[in-house]
Structures are given as C-alpha cells and as structure tokens.
C-alpha cells in the first residue's frame, strides 16, 4: 500500500485533533459572516459579544453547535485531500529527471487538483455543517427577542434531521450550493501548501526539523493564505445557507454576493468574523501540520501491519 493513505490516514487524524481543538473559534466566525443585520436585538456586535451570547442563550454546548458534522467532515476533507496531494506530487517526483524538491508550479498544481476533488467531494458536508454552527437556514433569520431565542433552542435539529430537512424543503442540488467559491477558494490551500513546502525546503537546509518547525510553518503559512482568500470565505459562507426569495437577500453568483454585501454592509462586510477565523485558522493548521507529522509514522506502522496479516478464508 503506497505513502498516499498513510499520509491520507495521518492528515485525517491530524485534522480531527485540530478541528476539536478549535472549534469553539469556527462557530464565533461562522455566525459572524452570515450575519447581515448588525443592529438586531440579539445581533452579534463583534467577536467577544458572540460568546457572551452564545454562552447566556445556547449554554456551553453553543459553542460546539455542528461539531459532529465538522469532525466527520474535517476527517473526510484531509483524507482526500492529502491522499491526491501526495499522489500529485509523487507523480512530479517520478517524472523528474533529478532527485529533486518539487518547484512551486507543481507544488500550486498539486494543490490546484487536490483542492478542486476536495471542494466537489465534501460540499454536502459542510452545508449541513454550516447551517447547524449558525443555526440558521436563512439569510432572512433575525433573532431579535428572548422567546425567540428560547424557541430557535427548542427546535435544534442533529446532522440527519438537518440532512432531511435540506433534502425536503430544497432538493438535493442544495447539498452543492457554494460548491463555486468553494472551488475559487482551492487557491487557499495551494497559497498554503505552496508557501509550507517551500519554507520547509528552506529550513530543513539549516537544521533538522521537530514539532514546533512544523507548528510555525503552519500557522505562517495558513496566515498568508486565509488573509487573501477571506472575502469567498464570506460569500461560500452565506451561498450555504438556504437561498432567500428575496433578490437583495440572493446571491446569484460569487462576483453578485460581493457586489450586494459591499452595497449593503460595505467593504467591512466582506471581512466579518476576519479576527477570529485568521486565529482559528492559523491555530488549525499550526495543529494539523504538528499531528500530521506525529501521525505519519503510526499510520505507516498501522497499514504495514494490516500488509503483513495472512487472510483468513471462510
């Protein structure tokens, strides 16, 4: 069995550890990018009110609100990926006339291809995991009083109710809605990935590397990519949520979300919830970056040691 499931298998675990770890920050910077009315009753004034709020309506658990969904999706997303990421960048390696690192080009295709397979493979997952961190269907949903929120707690739906829910009130196809800024974003993970192999190539020529270098170069890395990609985080973010009947409230297209959310929320609409998905990001794959490495040598012992046991027949 080749190096990509290891690496598949390690990248999967490293992101479920990160993703738990995090999480708690994925929630605060969700419901901040899809909230368009800022003068709401119970409207989030920024990231610190949210947790307030969240802590004093939903409880602790508020803060965990689609964890389920996201660590299977999180589990799901880094297999893939890392598993054509490798392959990619095996076949690079194998084509070269020279032992030598990959170069950026095929380092940004390796991403390019890995990160379109991802977006297509796992949209479904993270509609249902958007729309139950933020609790909302809609663009249009305002909580604005306390028997409100009281009642949007009581009819909290789990990851199959919110499955069967999306299938019944908007078909299937609604599994795949921001599935088209999810697909620009693949330019996140090949700036990440990019700039973390070439700082590795770099400093592994001045010392051997442990966990804090793979920490650093994570979060370094995973800074430069979400600070330039953050506006489609936005848009992805609110395509998700089921789409309004309302043509001001609509986002036709990725270009039209932009357009509508700077005439209506401005340019500081685009970057809603910024502070905390750069903190949960960078810490995320600071994360994941340090476990994966930790994990690769288990899961190359683990699959040698499934390669080695004889079959038994029945």
Known sequence: MSDNVAHALSGAAGGVVSMALTYPLITISSRLQVQ???????????????????LKNEGFSGLYSGVSSAIFGIAVTNGVYYYFYEWTKAMFEKSAKSKRPISIKESMLSGAIAGALTAVVTNPIWVVNTRMTTRKDSLDENIQSES?????RARRLGTISTV??????????????????????????????????????????????????????????????TGITYPYIVVKSRMQLRQSSRESSRYNSVLDGIRKIIKDEGIGGLYKG??????QSVLTAAFLFMYKEAFFAYSVALLKFINSRPLVSR
């Open 36 to 54: 368009k009315d800022n003068k709401a009753a119970e409207a989030y004034k920024g990231g610190r009110d949210a947790i307030i709020k969240i």
């Open 148 to 152: 409100n929120v009281r009642q949007a």
């Open 164 to 225: 069967l829910k999306i299938i019944e009130e908007d078909g299937i196809m609604a599994f795949w809605q921001g599935v088209i800024p999810a697909l620009i974003l693949v330019i996140n993970p090949i700036i990440q990935y990019t700039a973390y192999e070439q700082l590795k190539v770099q400093l592994e020529k001045l010392r051997k590397l442990g966990n804090l270098d793979f920490f650093l170069l994570g979060a370094v890395s995973k800074l430069i990519a």
């Open 274 to 279: 910024i502070t905390y998905k750069l903190l």
